[in-house]
C-alpha cells in the first residue's frame, strides 16, 4: 500500500493524490500550508525547544542553589528565571507538545487524510509561536515575569509589581490558552467525525481516547485561566478591583480562579502521557493493551474528579476546614483510576514478552518515577500534613516526579517510538539507552533529595539559602543530578540530529505495532493513506486480514475527506477541506499586535481588532467548490475510474 | 537491574531518616509541640505504608518484565501472542483486588487525615494566656503582644518569645503581599493575606530555639524572611518581657548619645522607632530593644557589631531590594550610632 | 502594525530596570543643565518606591493623595516652586516657606529622586507605561498611568 510497492494504478493515484493534498514549494509552502503532519512537525520541534529553554533556566537557577548564599544570579534575577521556568514548561512546553503529537498521529491513527478544521490548525500552531516568541524576547529585554508562573496578589497586582513585567507573562496565557483550545476542538472533531469506518469508539486506541479526554479537560480548564489573566490585566491597565480588598476584591479569588484551571491543567499534560504508554507497551511486550474499558473509563472518571481538586492547592490559605476534609478526599479518591491503569498496564506486561527496546524502557522508568511522585501526592492530599509541606521543596520534588515521570519520560519513549514515522528514519538505539539511563539516574539524584529537603525547612522560590540550615549538601547533591539530567537530553538531541536524515531507514511498521498509523510510509505521504482504510477490530493491524476492504468512491483530484457517524463510524457525508492559505499566518499577527497592543494600552483592543476582523473575512471569504465547478463529463469520468480501480483491488 | 534500583532506594531512604534526625531547627520532622508532633507522626504512619506499597508495586512491575523477558529483540514481524479469555478474567480479578486494596488504604490515610486534622485544631485552649500579633511586610515580621493595659503592651520584630508549655494565639495580617508565617518544629502554616485576617495556635513543649521562614514567595527577599521563635520557661519570659516594656536607656555615654542624635538626624528616624526617644518611625521594625535580638534584617545575619555596620552602610548588599537605603556615614559617626544601637538591650 | 508592539517591547529596557544600588543623579549636574531629565522618571520600580515613599514618609498629611490640604495639590498645573525634576528636588531637600519642611540628610538622594519623579507623575509628567497603577487601597482618584498631562502654570505663593 505504499509508493514503493504501487501497480501502475497505485502509482498513478499517488500522483494524483500528492498533487491535491501536498503542500506547495518553498518557503510559500511552510508558511500557508495546512497539512497536520507539516504542522505537527514544527510545533513537536518548537514546544521541544522551548523545554530545552526552560531546562537551561532550571540549569542555572541550580547553579545558583549549590552553594548557600551564592552569588551566581541576583534575586531580580532568579525570579524572572524560576518564573520563566515554570511558565515555559507549563504554558509552552507540557500541553503544546501533547497536542503536537496528536496533531501528527490523530487523523493517522483514525485512518482519515486531514485533522479537522485545517487552516485552524495552521492558525492554532502560529499563535503558540508568537506567543512564545513575545514571552522570551521580554524575557531577554528585562521584562520578563518575575511573580511565579502562577502570580499570586497582590504580588503581581499593580501596587507590587510595578511595569510591564506581570503583563506580558498574562498576555502569554491569551495566546497560549487561544491555541490549547482551537487544537482541542480540531482533535475532538476529528476523533468523533473522521473515523475510518468501523472504527466505532469501543475500536479506537487508548492513545486516542487519552487525547479525547485532554481535549475536553482543555475546554473546561482554560476558559478560567483565561478569566482570570483578563482580570489581572485589567485590574493592572485599568483599575478594576477584581483582587483589591480594600474595594470589595479579594485576593483569594484569584487562587481560586487559577487553581480551578491549575489542577486540570496537570491532568491534561499527565493523561496523554498515558495514552502514549498505552500505545508502547502493547507493542513491546506483543499483547493487546489489558483491560481497554477499565482503562478508558479510568480516563474519563480521573478527568471529572480533576476538576474538583484545586483547593488542595490552597490548604494554607484559611479556608474553612470542612471544605478541606472534602479536597482531601477527592484528591486521595483520584488516586483509584491512576491505580486501574497502573494495574492494568503491568497485567499487560506480565502476560506478554517484553521486549527492552528504549521506548519500552522509558515507559518502565514512567512507572518508578510517576508511583514514587503518585505516592508523594498522596502525602501531600493529606491536608494536616499539606500544612507542614505546602510550599517547601517537598512539593517541588513531588511535581517534578509526576510531571517528569508521568509526562516526560513517557514523552521521550514516545518520540523515541514515532520517530521513524516522523522522519523516515530510525534512532539510534544505543544512544537512546545512554539517554533513558543519564536522565533517569539525573533525575533521581537532582529531584530526591528535594523531598528531605522539605521536610528539613526548606521554602520554595527563594533565590539562596544559608548555611547555617544545613541544607548545603543536599542541595549541591540535586545541582549535580541537574546536570546529569541535561547531559540525558543533550544525547537525545545528539541522537536526533545524527539520525533524522541519514539514520537507518525505517520500514512502514518497525516496531509491528498494531495502530493505523503504522499502515503507510515512514514518514507518511501528503495524503496519509492510498486508499482510506477499514477498520475490523481493536488493535487493527495484528486482527485484520490481508484482503480488509478500503473506501472507494472519494474523488482524489480535490481535497475530499470521509466525515462517519459519531458511534459506530459508519459513512455520513463526504466534505471538501480548504486548500493552503496564508490567511491563518495573517490573522494570527494581527491577534498578536492586538494582543501585545493591550499591554500597553486599552484602545488596542479597539484599533487592533481591525486588521484581526479583515484577516477573518478574508480567510472565511467563501469560495467555489471544485467538485461542483468540473463540468459533468470529466466527474464522470473520474467516477467510472474509480469503479475500475476498486473492481481491480477487489479482484 | 530493577533490584539495584531498589536498593538505591533503600539506602536515600536510610539517608532522609539519619539526615531528618539529625537536622534540629527548622526541621518539621523534630516536632517540639503537639501538633508538629501529630502531624510528624501522620508523616512517618504515610511514609512506612506508601514505602510497602511503592516497594509492592515496584516488585510487581519487575517480575512482570523480566519472567518471559524476549531474548530476540525482534518486534516486528507477526509474533502477537493471541489473548486467552480464563486468564484474562483471572487477571481480572487480580485487577479488581488490586483498586479494592488500593480504596481501602486511601479510606484508612482519609480517616487518619481527618482525625489529625481535628485533633490539632482541638487541642484545649486555656484561657489566653498571649495574644501575639503578627504582621507581614516585605520583607520582616512585625511582631506586636497584645494586652489591654497600652503600657503593657511590647512592640518589636522578627524574634519571638513564648513561654514554654502554654497555647499562644498567634493573630496573622500582612501589610502587603501574601506571606505564610511558619515554624516547622511546632506546627504547620498560615498564610497571611490581606483582607484575610489569620488565627493559629501555637504551643511548645520544650524549650529551645526555633526559626521559622516565610513560605509564600513574596518578591524579591523572599529568600531572606526568617525569624526566631525563643521558647523559654516561665520566668525567663517574664523578665524577658519586662525587659521589652522599659524605654531605651536615658543614661547615655557621650558617644551612644552622638550617636543618638545622629539616629535622629538621619534617615534612620523616618522609618525606625526606639521608644523613650523622638523616633516614632512606623515604616520599619521597632529597634527599642535591638541589641537583645540574636539576629537581625529578619534572620539574615547575627546580631554583632560587623554585620550591623555592614547592614547600615549598605543593606543592599545583603538583601537587595529591600526597603532600607544605604545610609550615608563616615566611620566615625557610624561608630557612634553603633555604640548607641548596641546601648539598646 | 505589528511593528508597534515590538518598539515599545524594545524601549522596556529603561522602564523594567531594577537596579539597587546605582547612585542617585548628580545633583549639580541636574541644576546647571537645562534639559536635565531624570531618568528614574522612566523606571517604573522607582515611581513604585516613589509612591511607597510617599506614604510612608506621610507626604499624604498634607497633600493628601495629590489633592492638597495643609499643604497645595500637586496633582494639578500650577506649580509654586518649579516642575522641573530637580526643582522638586530642592523643593523636599531644602524644604519650602509657608510649611513645607526640609527634608535634608533625612532621606537619601536617591529616595528624593524616587519622590520627585512620583511628585511629576501626579500631574502625569511621565511616560503612561512607566507610571505607577492603583494602589491595593480605597480609590481616592484615578492612578497615575491613567492621569492626563496636565500643563504647567508657575504661579505665587498662596
Given at each position: ?458 521554602p520554595r522560590r527563594v533565590y539562596t539559602f544559608q548555611a547555617m540550615n544545613g541544607w548545603a549538601g543536599l542541595n549541591l547533591l540535586a545541582t549535580i543530578g541537574g546536570v546529569v539530567l541535561t547531559l540525558g537530553v543533550l544525547v537525545f538531541i545528539i541522537n536526533f540530529f545524527i539520525n533524522r ?151 | ?345 | ?118 511628585v511629576r507623575s501626579l500631574s502625569g509628567h511621565v511616560p503612561k507605561d512607566a507610571a505607577s497603577s492603583r494602589d491595593d487601597h480605597m480609590q481616592g482618584k484615578p492612578p497615575e498611568s491613567r492621569t492626563k498631562e496636565q500643563p504647567i502654570k508657575n504661579t505665587s505663593p498662596p
Open positions: 500500500m505504499t509508493p514503493e510497492t504501487a501497480t501502475k494504478t497505485d502509482d498513478a493515484l499517488h500522483r494524483e493524490l500528492e498533487k491535491t493534498w501536498g503542500d506547495k514549494p518553498g518557503i510559500w509552502g511552510s508558511l500557508t500550508s495546512v497539512n497536520h503532519k507539516t504542522i505537527g512537525k514544527r510545533f513537536i520541534v518548537t514546544a521541544f525547544c522551548f523545554f530545552v529553554f526552560a531546562g537551561i533556566l532550571a540549569v542555572l537557577m541550580r547553579i545558583q542553589l549549590a552553594r548557600p548564599e551564592n552569588h551566581f544570579i541576583g534575586a531580580d534575577l532568579y525570579n524572572q528565571i524560576f518564573t520563566m521556568h515554570g511558565t515555559t514548561m507549563m504554558f509552552l512546553f507540557a500541553v503544546p507538545i501533547m497536542e503536537a503529537i496528536a496533531v501528527f498521529l490523530v487523523p493517522l491513527i483514525v485512518g482519515t487524510r486531514s485533522i479537522a478544521f485545517p487552516r485552524l490548525n495552521a492558525f492554532g500552531y502560529w499563535i503558540f509561536l508568537f506567543g512564545g516568541i513575545m514571552i522570551f524576547v521580554a524575557f531577554i529585554l528585562n521584562v520578563g515575569p518575575d511573580a511565579g508562573w502562577f502570580a499570586y496578589v497582590p504580588l503581581a497586582g499593580p501596587q507590587y509589581a510595578p511595569g510591564k513585567r506581570v503583563d506580558f507573562w498574562a498576555q502569554l496565557i491569551t495566546f497560549t490558552e487561544v491555541s490549547a483550545l482551537v487544537v482541542a476542538t480540531e482533535l475532538i472533531t476529528t476523533i468523533f467525525k473522521l473515523r475510518a469506518p468501523g472504527m466505532s469508539l469501543n475500536r479506537i486506541p487508548v492513545y486516542v481516547w487519552s487525547i479525547l479526554v485532554m481535549a475536553f479537560m482543555v475546554f473546561f480548564a482554560m476558559p478560567t485561566i483565561a478569566l482570570a489573566s483578563t482580570s489581572l490585566i485589567l485590574d493592572r491597565l485599568v483599575s478594576t478591583h477584581f483582587f483589591n480588598p480594600a474595594e470589595g476584591g479579594d485576593p483569594i479569588l484569584w487562587q481560586h480562579l487559577f487553581w480551578f484551571f491549575g489542577h486540570p491543567e496537570v491532568y491534561i499534560i499527565f493523561i496523554p502521557a498515558t495514552g502514549f504508554v498505552s500505545a508502547i507497551i502493547p507493542t513491546f511486550v506483543r499483547r493487546p493493551i489489558f483491560g481497554y474499558t477499565a482503562l478508558v473509563l479510568s480516563l474519563i472518571s480521573t478527568a471529572f474528579i480533576g476538576f474538583g481538586l484545586w483547593v488542595h492547592h490552597m490548604f494554607a490559605a484559611g479556608l474553612p476546614k470542612m471544605g478541606q476534609s472534602f479536597f482531601t478526599a477527592a484528591t486521595l479518591m483520584i488516586v483509584i483510576p491512576s491505580g486501574v491503569q497502573i494495574f492494568c498496564w503491568i497485567a499487560t506486561i506480565w502476560s506478554g514478552r517484553p521486549i527492552f527496546k528504549t521506548p519500552f524502557l522509558f515507559s518502565l522508568g514512567f512507572f518508578f518515577v510517576f508511583i514514587m511522585g503518585g505516592l508523594t501526592g498522596v502525602m501531600l492530599a493529606s491536608w494536616p500534613l499539606d500544612l507542614q509541606l505546602h510550599d517547601t521543596y517537598f512539593v517541588v520534588a513531588h511535581f517534578h516526579y509526576v510531571l517528569i515521570g508521568g509526562a516526560v519520560f513517557p514523552l521521550f519513549g514516545a518520540l523515541h517510538y514515532w520517530f521513524p514515522k516522523f522522519t523516515g528514519h530510525m534512532l539510534s538505539e544505543s544512544l537512546g539507552k545512554v539517554t533513558f539511563w543519564l536522565m533517569f539516574i539525573g533525575f533521581n539524584l537532582a529531584f530526591f533529595p528535594m523531598h528531605i529537603l522539605g521536610l528539613i525547612g526548606m536524515k541519514r539514520g537507518e531507514l525505517a520500514a512502514e511498521n518497525p516496531w509491528g505495532a498494531s495502530t493505523l498509523e503504522w499502515a503507510t510510509s515512514s514518514p507518511p505521504p501528503s495524503y496519509n493513506f492510498l486508499h482510506i482504510p477499514t477498520v475490523a477490530g481493536r488493535d487493527t493491524l495484528w486482527v485484520q486480514p490481508e484482503d480488509q476492504p478500503v473506501v472507494v468512491g472519494i474523488r482524489s483530484d480535490v481535497r475530499q475527506v470521509l466525515i462517519t457517524k459519531m458511534l459506530d463510524a459508519e459513512p455520513e457525508h463526504i466534505d471538501q477541506f480548504p486548500e493552503p492559505t496564508i490567511w491563518p499566518l495573517l490573522a494570527a499577527l494581527s491577534a498578536t499586535g492586538l494582543f501585545i497592543g493591550s499591554i500597553f494600552n486599552p484602545w488596542a483592543v479597539v484599533w487592533g481588532s481591525i486588521p484581526v476582523t479583515v484577516s477573518l473575512i478574508a480567510w472565511f471569504w467563501p469560495k467555489g467548490r471544485k467538485a461542483e465547478e468540473r463540468p459533468p463529463k470529466e466527474v464522470q469520468q473520474n467516477l467510472g475510474e474509480q469503479k475500475l480501480n476498486a473492481q481491480e483491488e477487489a479482484a | 537491574m530493577r533490584a539495584r534500583q531498589i536498593n538505591w532506594g533503600f539506602l536515600t531512604w536510610v539517608a532522609l531518616v539519619n539526615t531528618t534526625v539529625a537536622a534540629t531547627t527548622q526541621s518539621s520532622v523534630d516536632p517540639a509541640g503537639p501538633q508538629a508532633q501529630h502531624i510528624s507522626q501522620l508523616w512517618w504512619v504515610m511514609l512506612y505504608l506508601l514505602t510497602g506499597v511503592f516497594i509492592l508495586v515496584m516488585s510487581l512491575l519487575s517480575i512482570g518484565a523480566f519472567r518471559r523477558r524476549s531474548k530476540a529483540a525482534e518486534t516486528s514481524g507477526r509474533n502477537v501472542i493471541q489473548t486467552d479469555s480464563l486468564r484474562e478474567t483471572k487477571m481480572a480479578r487480580v485487577v479488581m483486588g488490586g483498586v479494592v486494596v488500593t480504596t481501602v488504604i486511601l479510606f484508612a490515610l482519609l480517616v487518619s487525615s481527618f482525625i489529625v486534622g481535628r485533633t490539632i485544631y482541638s487541642i484545649p485552649k486555656e484561657p489566653t494566656v498571649l495574644t501575639i500579633d503578627i504582621t507581614g511586610h516585605q520583607w520582616w515580621w512585625d511582631v506586636r503582644y497584645e494586652n489591654q493595659v497600652a503600657s503593657q503592651i511590647v512592640t518589636t520584630a522578627n524574634e519571638i518569645h513564648i513561654p514554654v508549655g502554654r497555647q499562644i494565639l498567634f493573630k496573622l495580617n500582612s501589610a502587603d503581599v501574601i506571606h505564610s508565617f511558619w515554624v516547622p518544629n511546632l506546627h504547620g502554616k498560615t498564610d497571611l493575606i490581606p483582607g484575610h485576617p489569620a488565627e493559629t495556635w501555637l504551643k511548645a513543649d520544650r524549650t529551645g530555639v526555633y526559626r521559622g521562614q516565610c513560605a509564600e514567595f513574596c518578591g524579591h527577599q523572599h529568600a531572606h524572611m526568617a525569624f526566631e521563635v525563643v521558647v523559654e520557661s516561665e520566668e525567663q519570659f517574664q523578665a524577658w518581657y519586662e525587659s521589652q516594656l522599659k524605654s531605651a536607656p536615658a543614661q547615655l555615654t557621650s558617644s551612644q548619645s552622638r550617636g543618638l542624635q545622629l539616629f535622629l538626624s538621619k534617615p534612620c528616624v523616618m522609618c525606625h522607632t526606639i521608644q523613650g526617644t523622638d523616633a516614632g518611625g512606623k515604616v520599619g521594625p521597632d529597634l527599642t530593644h535591638l541589641a537583645s535580638r540574636q539576629t537581625i534584617a529578619a534572620g539574615a545575619l547575627q546580631n554583632n557589631r560587623t554585620n550591623l555596620s555592614r547592614w547600615i552602610l549598605n543593606s543592599q548588599d545583603v538583601k537587595p531590594g529591600n526597603h532600607m537605603p544605604p545610609i550615608p556615614l563616615n566611620s566615625e559617626e557610624l561608630n557612634f550610632v553603633l555604640d548607641y544601637l548596641e546601648s539598646l538591650k | 502594525m505589528a511593528l508597534l508592539p515590538v518598539a515599545l517591547t524594545v524601549t522596556s529596557c529603561k522602564r523594567e530596570e531594577r537596579n539597587f544600588n546605582t547612585p542617585p543623579p548628580n545633583v549639580s549636574e541636574a541644576q546647571t543643565n537645562p534639559s536635565f531629565k531624570n531618568p528614574l522618571e522612566e523606571n517604573a520600580y522607582s515611581l513604585s518606591e516613589g509612591k511607597r515613599l510617599f506614604s510612608q514618609y506621610n507626604c499624604n498629611g498634607c497633600h493628601a493623595q495629590g489633592g492638597g490640604g495643609m499643604g497645595p495639590a500637586l496633582m494639578d498645573e500650577k506649580w509654586i516652586y518649579g516642575a522641573r525634576p530637580e526643582q522638586v528636588f530642592a523643593t523636599i531637600v531644602e524644604g519650602r516657606p509657608n510649611g513645607m519642611p526640609s527634608f535634608r540628610d533625612r532621606v537619601p538622594e536617591t529616595q528624593v529622586w524616587q519622590l520627585s519623579a512620583y
